[in-house]
């Protein structure tokens, strides 16, 4: 498959990274940064924010910081609007930021609405903002980091956002068939990151989710499951899913109300 249609190696493509402070999206934010792209890094924690953006271009010429709410339609204007400002236009979307039930079950969470908001609403509403401007010029890539989480469900609220957002990822691709846009899933299985600190699992770190991203904006892909193992984890929940009903029960639920973690 051909790469994505972006600006000339003399223009660098510009991305706007979700969830860019800590996890995926700061290992994300590294791997592109050393890769020469232009970015503009979002996420709730401007202090963070700001560290990780001077720490990558002290110059503040190819790296901003924009703090933003992704759950305010206002938030996600003025970051596209701060964006256009700045560089003139988005090349790719990578929507990452997410967020779980800390702990216990999604019906005791006194707001457990908010993981839809963030995972699912929001990167609807982002792909929604930036669509006509790439469609206009027939290039653009939209990279959403949905979970493995979005094929083998465990976890309620957590597991309907990324199931959502797969369905999303695959619907718009075949929207936007023949238009000159890629749309891409990268589904990572457990990661070390701060949403998944109390896993008792054996983990790679987020830099493997960041290479995949790098990856697929040079060969686009459909979708992507990182680790590779997690590809097996996927196809026996479709295949058996008393299996892993089992596994489930023994591995995760017994876990819930503690520090579980849930696959990113």
Do not use: C
């Amino acid at each position: 498959m051909t790469g994505t249609h972006l600006p000339s190696p003399s223009v660098r493509p510009v991305i706007v990274l979700t969830g860019a402070s800590s996890g995926i999206g700061e290992a994300t934010a590294r791997e592109l940064a050393a890769r020469q792209y232009a970015l503009v890094l979002a996420a709730r924690r401007a202090e963070r924010l700001h560290a990780l953006a001077r720490e990558l271009d002290p110059s503040g010429s190819r790296v901003l910081a924009v703090p933003t709410d992704l759950t305010s339609d206002e938030g996600r204007r003025h970051l596209l609007g701060r964006t256009q400002a700045h560089f003139g236009r988005v090349d790719v979307l990578i929507n990452n930021a997410g967020v779980t039930v800390e702990r216990g079950w999604w019906w005791d969470d006194p707001d457990p609405l908010r993981v839809l908001r963030v995972n699912l609403e929001a990167p609807i509403e982002m792909t929604r903002l930036v669509l006509p401007q790439m469609q206009a010029r027939g290039s653009g890539h939209i990279v959403n980091i949905g979970s493995v989480a979005g094929r083998s469900a465990t976890n309620g609220l957590y597991s309907a956002s990324k199931f959502g957002i797969r369905g999303f990822s695959l619907a718009l691709r075949r929207e936007l068939l023949g238009s000159g846009l890629h749309v891409s899933l990268i589904a990572p299985g457990f990661v070390k990151s701060e949403m998944t600190a109390g896993a008792r699992l054996p983990m790679p770190g987020p830099e493997v989710v960041a290479h995949a991203v790098a990856e697929v904006l040079l060969r686009p892909r459909r979708e992507v499951i990182v680790p590779r193992a997690y590809r097996a984890l996927a196809l026996l929940d479709a295949v058996a899913p008393g299996l892993g009903d089992l596994i489930v029960s023994r591995f995760v639920i017994r876990r819930r109300y503690g520090h579980g973690g849930t696959a990113r």
